[in-house]
């Protein structure tokens, strides 16, 4: 369904991705893992083409990303839902527009069928009765949610998730962990979420992979993932350095 295959990137005069290969099955929900700046926002640019790889391929459903011209890129990208990892919300438009913009600019539904269907996304990212607060006036985490609402209006088919639990209280992220799961199986979708929090991981991802030095260095479904022996996923884990230990790395 989705395949990177050796997908290098140099960025701000860096090597992040280093011959990155990952393979995503139609229909799983497929976590992401690393520490910060390791590079999975990247990643998950490059598999909607937001991003192009120096070396490598990306494929979606078969088609390589490269060879597809403008509009068929297009309309690839009107297959993806898309939560960014800054919420990426239109600032001068009110959480009901917001949510309502892919479905004024890539369906013909009218007006009802819009407000029902926000109104209907805005319930299940628990928003009810915010629709016409502007950006500005609300959370963070209210803000995620709005990104979450707005990223599968469209029913996509694949969903990329970006730290879609960040900055939210511990109620709210189980709420969200549920609805991703529920989102992918109800849609019939395929999601990919990029996380630093385990319970994101393992609650709800069929399959979890733990980027490090620019690759997926180990994949596994969440029992795997905690059996492993892979040392650099138990200390990850267990949020220690690779190098150090916690007695080091706190000064005395
Ligand atoms: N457009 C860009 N130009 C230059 N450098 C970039 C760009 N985008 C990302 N980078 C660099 O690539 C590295 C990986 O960034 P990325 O945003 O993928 O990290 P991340 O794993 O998502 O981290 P976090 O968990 O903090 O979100 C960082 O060093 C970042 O500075
Ligand atoms: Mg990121």
Request: hydrophobic share 40%; charged share 25%.
């Amino acid at each position: 369904m989705i395949r990177l295959v050796k997908v290098c990137k140099r960025l701000g005069g860096q090597n992040i991705l280093r011959e990155l290969t990952l393979h995503v099955e139609r229909g799983e929900v497929f976590a992401i893992m690393g520490g910060s700046g390791t590079g999975k926002s990247v990643t998950l640019k490059h598999m909607v083409g937001l991003l192009e790889p120096d070396r490598g391929e990306v494929w979606i459903d078969g088609a390589n990303l490269a060879v597809l011209n403008r509009a068929q890129l297009k309309g690839l990208r009107r297959r993806f839902g898309y939560l960014f990892q800054s919420g990426a919300l239109i600032n001068w438009l009110n959480v009901g527009d917001n949510v309502a913009l892919p479905l004024r600019e890539h369906t013909r539904l009218g007006r009802t069928d819009i407000q029902q269907r926000v109104a209907e996304r805005l319930r299940w990212v628990r928003l009810i009765g915010d629709e016409h607060k502007m950006p500005a006036e609300i959370s963070g985490g209210m803000k995620k949610r709005v990104g979450l609402a707005r990223a599968i209006v469209l029913n996509p088919d694949i969903v990329l998730y970006d730290e879609p639990t960040s900055g939210l209280d511990p109620v709210t992220a189980r709420a969200i962990r549920a609805l991703i799961r529920e989102v992918n199986d109800r849609l019939e979708a395929t999601s990919v979420m990029v996380t630093h929090d385990i319970l994101d991981a393992t609650d709800t991802a069929d399959r979890i992979g733990f980027l490090f030095d620019g690759r997926i260095e180990f994949v596994g479904t969440p029992a795997e993932v905690e059996r492993t022996d892979n040392a650099r996923v138990k200390n990850f884990l267990k949020g220690l350095d690779d190098q150090t230990s916690v007695a080091e790395a706190v000064p005395s």
